[in-house]
């Protein structure tokens, strides 16, 4: 088979991923504000959290420095440790955290000692600069550990998440009614409580995006679907807080008279730090959602179309891995998929680790779910089509916070997680997987991006892939030939 085969209505590999797109009328704090990522709000909290605690352990007596100085060392040391013990133990984290993530939690454990040994010592100065250098040291450890995976580019979009504010152009189901058969404007995303009555996976609220043409006619077209699944730390809100991916959704849908997929954010975690990796396990039975509940109630709730062919999965990160699980294993479900920076099939650590985290020690059930053995059991698929955006080292620059290799291109993108070393579990894994996927007679391509593993690398990748995907999934599209 060609190396780039493609098929008629959309060619395989979407061009260039562009840049963030401008900020626009009526998104509010979502898409501009405040950078948390660079600028002066890190650096002022970093100071400020410095200054506290060096006037909190700068006291003179010599207990002080012989006891509970050695003390503060001690528990600002024994924090980073086992912060650093639990994430390689737990395997949270492919891309390795940059060293100053280690120093602030350790100044985080330091601040706790001097608050807590120092409060019967030292002028009230002191120990009042010390409680305050607790909970500031926290929020510096915060900045940084965003800082390094992209996730809230801004203040205010931090503070939406926190306080659930709600989504852009967010409605409810039962306003849809009075909308069909008129002029929205932009689509409307809608909260929905998928039923699990498929998996019994306990999820949180899902999001349902629906493009403009969706509200014409008397009753719903039958729409194509793509599936939207994020990292490993995951909310189902993340593509549109963190990725930020409605402003170019909306040009997109609005230059091509209206027409879209619908979007399904979906929950793969069931809460923000269980990673399922999307298999049934331990951890809960998150593919059974993904290819039971969430179909049945899309199709049935927005006629959605029930055509393979016109459903697709795009996933980042643990997402990426996800939705070239969900396609082999699937192809009665779904004919195109897009692995945004994905590993080489579900892990969470080594592959011992894995089979017992994941699996419960089933290797059987491993091997279930691990796209290399499951596309050399299935043979020939038909009509099954896969675009990879890989990441690739960036160039070494000097000069940011945490000695990056990542080219900070703008101040919306975050350092991506690097610290000298690249995500071993994600580097030549797009390169094997489509290789294997040819052999099994699938079309796919490579598109490799030089870039770090941020939510800004994962937008980027998604909105330069819409117009394929979207002609893909039998939509025509203004500029894209037939």
Same mark, same amino acid.
Request: glycine share 12%; aromatic share 10%; charged share 15%.
């Given at each position: ?206 999001? &349902? ?211 000298? &070393? ?61």
């Amino acid at each position: 088979m060609p190396v780039n085969r493609v098929l008629p209505q959309a060619p395989v590999g979407p061009p260039p991923a562009p840049k963030a797109p401008a900020a626009r009328a009526g998104y509010g704090g979502f898409h501009h504000g405040v950078s948390l990522l660079h600028g002066w709000v890190p650096q002022v909290l970093a100071f400020v959290a410095v200054l506290l605690l060096v006037i909190a352990l700068l006291r003179f007596t010599r207990r002080w420095w012989l006891v509970w100085m050695p003390m503060c060392v001690v528990l600002g040391v024994g924090a980073a440790w086992g912060s650093w013990t639990f994430m390689n133990d737990e395997g949270l984290a492919d891309d390795p955290a940059p060293v100053l993530l280690w120093v602030c939690i350790g100044l985080t454990g330091a601040a706790l000692g001097a608050a807590v040994v120092g409060w019967r010592t030292g002028a009230l100065w002191q120990r009042l600069a010390a409680v305050i250098a607790v909970p500031l040291a926290l929020v510096n450890t915060a900045v940084v550990l965003n800082q390094w995976v992209g996730y809230y580019p801004t203040v205010q979009a931090a503070w939406n998440a926190l306080t659930a504010e709600p989504l852009p152009h967010q409605t409810s189901l039962a306003s849809l009614d009075g909308l069909r058969n008129t002029n929205v404007g932009p689509g409307r995303i809608v909260p929905v409580d998928i039923p699990e009555s498929g998996s019994h996976f306990k999820h949180r609220t899902e999001y &349902v995006y629906l493009p403009p043409a969706w509200f014409a006619g008397d009753k719903p077209p039958a729409l194509p679907v793509v599936m939207m699944i994020g990292g490993e730390f995951n909310t189902p809100a993340d593509w549109v807080r963190s990725g930020q991916i409605m402003p170019a959704v909306d040009d997109f849908a609005a230059g091509n008279g209206g027409r879209a997929p619908l979007l399904v954010f979906v929950d793969s975690g069931g809460s923000f730090n269980n990673d399922t990796e999307c298999v049934n396990g331990p951890r809960g039975d998150a593919a059974d959602h993904l290819t039971d509940d969430v179909p049945d109630y899309v199709e049935s709730a927005f006629g959605a179309s029930k055509d393979p062919a016109q459903w697709a999965v795009v996933g980042w990160s643990m997402g990426g891995t996800c939705a070239v699980d969900l396609a082999v294993m699937h192809p009665e479900l779904l004919h195109t998929f897009v692995d945004i920076a994905g590993d080489l099939g579900p892990t969470a650590g080594t592959k011992e680790q894995t089979v017992r985290r994941l699996f419960g020690g089933d290797a059987e059930a491993w091997a279930r779910f691990d796209p290399m053995t499951v596309m050399g059991k299935h043979g020939p698929y038909t009509d099954m089509v896969g675009l990879f955006d890989d990441l690739k080292p960036p160039q070494r620059q000097s000069g940011n916070r945490f000695r990056s290799q990542q080219p900070v291109e703008d101040e919306s993108a975050g350092f991506g997680g690097h610290d000298n &070393v690249f995500d071993t579990g994600e580097e030549g894994a797009a390169a094997t997987l489509c290789e294997e996927g040819r052999r099994t007679g699938m079309d796919c391509t490579v598109h490799t991006t030089e870039g770090g593993h941020t939510w800004q690398f994962a937008a980027s990748a998604f909105t330069s892939s819409l117009p394929w995907l979207t002609a893909r999934l039998g939509l025509p599209v203004s500029g894209v030939t037939s």
